[in-house]
Structures are given as C-alpha cells and as structure tokens.
C-alpha cells in the first residue's frame, strides 16, 4: 500500500474510533476494549511497522536536531508514521477522557467539546477536559490515572 494509501486508511480507521467515542460510547459500557484492544492496537501495529521498514542507524543522529527532523519528513512513510502517532494518541487520550469523566459523574455531553478538541488539536482537548472536570466535578487534583 502507497503512502497515500494508508493515510486514508489510518484516517479513515482512526475516524470510526471517534464516532465510537463521541456517540456510541455513552450507550455501551465496554466501547473502551474494542477501542484498545483493536482500533488502537492495529494502528500502532501500522505505525511499527511503518517505523521499522524505514529504520536505519543514521536515523537516530536525525532525532537532534530541528534540521534532521525536517530531513526525516521527507519520506513519505515516515510522515504517515507521525501521522498514525497522533491518530493513537488523540483516540488513547479520548478514552481517558472519557473513563474518567465516567469516574467523576460528568455527563457525556459536557466532554463532546473536549473530544473534539482532543481529535483535533490533542493537548488542547485534554486541558479543555481538566477545566470541564474542574468546574463539573470541583476537582482538578484527582485520581488522573
């Protein structure tokens, strides 16, 4: 499969993660092992092996600096590989959203903003969820884990 390819496909993969989550996950108490146990898994089964078919030792210099990373990124599989990073990622921290607004007695709509945030830029839905969490539950110290 061609990069282009599996950019599609990962996204595509990733995105029925997301409908899980946002709007199948408050009618099914077990959406959290399908999610792990297949959707995230198999995508960090691509991102391995999209890493390691394009591994080689000189790599590890590229880590260094800003100028290696660029260098780096100009292979196509390895772009794709970032990109299957931040669709596990995103998909691993919305479940923690999501488990452990169960766990404070948030309701399900009060996080549908976090989500999509978290889908979108990441960090910025998981500070949105501590706020959320903060003014729902009164608590931004607790049991994060």
Same mark, same amino acid.
């Given at each position: 499969?061609?990069?282009?390819?599996?950019?599609?496909?990962?996204?595509?993969?990733?995105?029925? #993660?997301?409908?899980?989550?946002?709007?199948?996950?408050?009618?099914?108490?077990?959406?959290?092992?399908?999610?792990?146990?297949?959707?995230?898994?198999?995508?960090?089964?691509?991102?391995?092996?999209?890493?390691?078919?394009?591994?080689?030792?000189?790599?590890?210099?590229?880590?260094?600096?800003?100028? #290696?990373?660029?260098?780096?990124?100009?292979? !196509?599989?390895?772009?794709?590989?970032?990109?299957?990073?931040?669709?596990?990622?995103?998909?691993?921290?919305?479940?923690?959203?999501?488990?452990?607004?169960?766990?404070?007695?948030?309701?399900? #709509?009060?996080?549908? !903003?976090?989500?999509?945030?978290?889908?979108?830029?990441?960090?910025? #839905?998981?500070?949105?969820?501590?706020?959320?969490?903060w003014i729902k539950a009164k608590n931004y110290f607790s049991e994060n884990f």
């Open positions: 499969m061609n990069p282009s390819s599996m950019f599609i496909f990962t996204s595509l993969f990733a995105g029925i #993660g997301w409908i899980i989550v946002l709007f199948v996950s408050p009618f099914w108490a077990g959406f959290d092992k399908l999610l792990m146990g297949i959707i995230i898994a198999l995508l960090a089964v691509v991102y391995t092996w999209l890493n390691f078919s394009n591994f080689s030792p000189e790599i590890l210099k590229d880590f260094q600096s800003l100028g #290696g990373m660029v260098k780096l990124y100009q292979n !196509p599989e390895l772009v794709v590989a970032s990109w299957v990073h931040f669709l596990v990622f995103d998909l691993f921290g919305a479940v923690w959203i999501k488990k452990n607004s169960l766990r404070h007695g948030i309701p399900h #709509g009060w996080i549908i !903003p976090s989500l999509i945030f978290t889908c979108m830029f990441g960090p910025l #839905g998981y500070l949105l969820y501590l706020l959320t969490r």
